[in-house]
């Protein structure tokens, strides 16, 4: 279950040092855009890094990288069974999230990383990552509702949380294009604390000159741009105190090879439907980042006014019809379905296929729309004959997306889950 708070995490890692230095990053959308391009523009440079994110897509430790390679399954086993044993012996009582982090810090001593980038796991001031006392940066992304439960009901009270992870002396990196609350909030936070400062990313930032455009291709959404800025600024500040010789703009193409699967990804699923078929991956599981898929579809995919198939799960909890209405358009077809058991996270659990469906036939989404809880492979197979050569995508939850990466995995010859289809070229989705 969920368990916020920093005593248990505090207890689980005392005597065990933190040499390394952090990137730590907080918000509500785009943390872990903003760690695979910062961690990829680090290794550019030659930098030892380490990256943890949250969750998981596939397997428990895919949540973590060494300079851009997943975590060695055998290295990952035996740092856990050493964090559980320790948490047993002096009955700490951790949570599953905080023997993740411990697990994931005590892989980054292993091997003797410089730079480790950091994704916040929830809210962020008693998330079990704001452990790290002695950040090198910190970096908030653009806030929006999600978690409620834990983090409040406002915007407002939702930024208090985040901004729990800057520290004082440490420079910190935010989205400017958050509203005028958040921003008051977060400055207001700065001052206390004593940061160093507290740099806005204005939308429009344009880090690079020739090499941004290169980069860029004039294709990046306005999402997409504010997460490379930020990525950029905080390697910038990393640079300049401890590798001054290094020149970020150098390291900036680098974000092309960047690897984050399960965010605006296409893959052909031939091997699961027996026939040619893209499908369009978006772990999108809250309006803001909801909103941000569906104008991709809108601009991207709904050539000639062509419907677009969806394939949607939401997890329980998670308030349905705000997130349809971004996605659903009239005419658009609609399977719903359930993700499965979710690996380390017991209390994670999947709305009813039948809310779902409820939810979108009020918003008058009803063209073959129907409910499809059972086999997963079975679903595909479905939407790609509803689709009909027409777009397809499958949103609404990472969890959904993790289930249709694993069937493809399981799909290979070998049967074999190699971390293969976790590698996803950047510009994959902008050509």
């Known amino acids: 279950m969920i368990e916020l708070g920093l005593a248990r995490i505090t207890r689980l890692l005392k005597n065990t040092p933190i040499p390394w230095r952090a990137i730590h990053v907080a918000g509500t959308n785009g943390k872990g855009s903003v760690c695979s391009y910062a961690s990829a523009m680090l290794n550019a440079g030659n930098i030892s890094c380490g990256r943890f994110t949250s969750p998981h897509l596939v397997d428990r430790w895919d949540c973590i990288t060494i300079n851009e390679k997943i975590v060695d399954e055998d290295l990952f086993r035996e740092v856990e069974a050493v964090v559980k044993t320790k948490d ?5 009582k951790a949570s599953e999230f905080e023997i993740l982090t411990a697990t994931a810090f005590e892989i980054f001593n292993r091997k003797r990383i410089e730079i480790g980038v950091v994704e916040v796991g929830l809210g962020g001031r008693n998330d079990a990552t704001n452990v790290l006392e002695h950040p090198a940066v910190t970096v908030i992304t653009k ?55 507290l740099l806005l990313v204005p939308q429009n930032l344009n880090p690079a000159g020739q090499v941004w455009n290169v980069v860029a291709k004039g294709e990046l959404m306005d999402h997409q741009q504010m997460n490379v800025c930020l990525a950029f600024e905080a390697v910038k500040q990393v640079l300049s105190h401890y590798y001054p010789s290094l ?46 898929l569906g104008t991709y579809v809108d601009q991207r995919l709904r050539e000639k006014h062509c419907p ?63 409910t499809f809880p059972g086999s997963l492979s079975q679903a595909l197979r479905l939407a790609v004959k509803i689709a009909d050569g027409g777009p397809l995508v499958a949103a609404g939850s990472l969890y959904l997306v993790s289930d249709v990466l694993r069937l493809l995995e399981q799909a290979k010859p070998s049967g074999r889950m190699n971390g ?12």
Request: hydrophobic content about 45%.
């Open 420 to 431: 293969s289809i976790l590698e996803n070229n950047f510009l994959q989705f902008l050509e």
């Open 308 to 370: 677009v198939t969806w394939m949607i799960a939401i997890s329980k909890g998670k308030d349905v019809p705000d997130l349809l209405r971004f996605l659903l358009r009239s005419g658009d077809n609609l399977i719903a379905v359930e993700f499965g058991p979710v690996d380390g996270m017991p209390w994670i659990w999947p709305e009813e296929a039948d809310e779902i469906l409820g939810a979108a036939r009020d918003l008058g989404i009803s063209k073959c729309s129907q």
């Open 88 to 92: 047993q012996s002096e009955d700490i």
């Open 247 to 292: 020149d970020p703009l150098r390291l900036l193409p680098s974000i092309t090879k960047a690897v984050w699967p399960g965010r605006l990804q296409i893959l052909n699923i031939r091997s699961l439907v027996g026939k040619e078929q893209e499908i369009l991956l978006d772990g999108a599981h809250n309006s803001q980042s909801a909103e941000v």
């Open 143 to 197: 806030i929006g509702k999600d978690h409620q439960s834990f983090l409040g009901s406002t915007l407002e009270e939702i930024a208090f949380h985040k901004a729990g992870i800057m520290k004082k002396g440490v420079h910190c990196i935010a989205d400017g294009s958050s509203t005028t609350g958040v921003l008051a909030v977060l400055s207001r936070n700065a001052a206390e604390v004593r940061a160093a400062s």
